[in-house]
């Protein structure tokens, strides 16, 4: 018998005697024991402070996402013996796929947003610099920093490794230490996925830690610096929100929990085509995956009156088809659920349900089962419910039964497909399928703000479609009203949960130094040698060139417009230019000033600058005359690092007329080699 330990402080506390038995979703025999009466819940609070916290904020975002990324790689090499107890969840071998190779996946993307998207310092800026003075000498501007906390994840019991994963991976990578508890249903699987984080040795010490079992009063412990982040019930979801610690100190509480999920097939949609068949074969999917035990699952199936019939046949025929049962045996398409216990709860929802629906197809009862005693595990076959009057109905739009069952809602028109979906009070996500862009429409804007994220498919998009239950890291998981109100996923959305937004008022040098990012009025650094013979670390922020001018001749216009092929008629042609409300006669090109300008401040010899890779926020400001003279000012604006090669340099270009009026602005994108390198 396998005791589950906590880890906590740095060790392995193992069940105490009081512990629970968690019975196989296959066969009810006992698989593991989960208890953490022995934990000492203040002193895990205090480990993740006082240990994680700090070593988590010595490193920098980069820094965190390259632990990340090894973490990652380790859980794959790592992660076959999960799929074996998995099976015990009662997850076929494709549902512990979307578990276990899920998170990792995600811990993947986490890693590759945080290189990309993410500075190697603490600091993150939000927006643009404002200016709040006459002269710019005061200036102001939002940076975002790392929680001074902890993260409490409180976990639900269908995915025990992506649900774990999918929070751990943004506070990481913000720098905020985590305290996960799965529940204890699977507690088995997460557990040994923490072992193998542990024993990986890739994160600081204090920044994982992880209770099986009870959470016992780590909620007393939470300050204002903290986290709370759900999965599971609203009863739960109430009780821990309410909590007056988390009450007291505002601590953030994100929730995702009950949802409704819809999926309307459009009027637009003719039995036999290729969307309708698209239809079925997702709601059929997304019934069965799981068992149906995803927060994501289609609850309410929302068809035209006219086609209710043919989709009733097509999903039921589907559905027969479906063979339940042990996972690990033979031809098995569907497993248990998780227990007789959720098996019994989601047979009294149907009951529930029934009261206003009709049972299309489903022997709750009599379960056909294969390679296993359905008496002894949470079997049950898909149930397909049709809604006698949906508008009258109220169990359908609001009871979860958290297995393979779903109610078809027949509907006259699109408003009242979309009042019908709304009817759900708040859901994470709806698919649409339809090929009309106009119903699309409608049907989208009627129904997003009740949505964390809407999923719209026809034929040209649904072979690619990553599905209406996939939540993927770079979008929005969550949902308003009766989904909890959170947001997890969404690429940074994620991270921004354990960042605090702070308004900066100051110098634009103090905000230089601060934000790591140089602009207009902060110091300018002169130094002897040009930029592009210095490596990139030897660059500081705000050094600065600026150029001899550069007169702009008729002739270098005519060349240009010849030489390009771009004669377009404000170049080459007076009259017309002159008729032009912007420009005084023919003016210089655009790329022609550009062009210029590169040939202005580049330093030609071989040297650290790697490669020119583009331009970001350019902007004409003032035409350029023929006999104008044209001048840059060249600025180190932002350094980023890449790799142990080279590193991103962003240039503050701007390009000035003989009267020192501002004609054209930009960012230039530069790769440039690190010193070493470049000696
Ligand atoms: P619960 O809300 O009971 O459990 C979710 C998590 O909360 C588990 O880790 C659980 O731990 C923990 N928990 C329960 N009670 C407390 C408490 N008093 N203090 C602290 N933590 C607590 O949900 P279930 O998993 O039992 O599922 C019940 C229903 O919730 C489902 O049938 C479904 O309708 C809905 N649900 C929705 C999900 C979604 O994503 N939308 C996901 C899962 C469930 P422990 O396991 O140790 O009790």
Redesign the pocket.
Known sequence: MVKLASYACNRWIEAATDAQPIASAIDGATVAL?SSSDVDFAAVANHARHRGLPALRRLTFQGRAGLLKKLAQYLSEHKDALYDLSFHTGATRRDSAIDIDGGIGTLFAYAGMGRRELPDSNVLLDGPQMSLSRQGSFVGRHIETPMDGIAIH?????FPCWGMLEKLAPALLAGVPCIV?????T?YVTEAMVRLIVASGILPEGSIQLIC???GDL?DHVTGQDLVS????????L??RNHPALARNATRFVA????LNAAILAPDVEPGSPEFDIFVREVTREMTVKAG???TAIRRILVPAATIDAVTTAIAAKLSRVVVGDPRAEGVTMGPLVSLD?RE??GRRVEALRAEADLVIGEIDNPVVTGADASKGGYLPPILLRARNPKQASAVHAV???GPVSTLLAYDDVAEAVALARRGEGS?VATAVTRDADIAAEIAFGIASYHGRLHLIDRDSAAESTGHGSPLPGLVHGGPGR??GGEELGGMRGVHHYLQRTAIQASPALLTRLGGHWNKGAPEIAENEHPFRRGFEALALGETIRTRPRTVTLDDIEHFAHFTGDTFYAHMDEAAARANPFFPGRVAHGYLILSFAAGLFVEPAPGPVLANYGLDSLRFLKPVSPGDAIAVRLTVKQKAPRNADYGEVRWDVEVTNQNDETVATYELLTLNALTERAA
Do not use: H, M, W
Not at 230 to 237: A, H, L, Q
Not at 256 to 259: A, G, L, T
């Open positions: 989960a409180v976990n639900a019991y269908n508890k799965p529940a204890t249903q507690a079992g009870r959470l909620l759900f999965t599971g019930s609203i009863e739960t979801s009780l821990l995702e929990r009950d949802s035990q995803k927060c959720q709860d989601v979860e039964a958290f994470l989904a909890g």
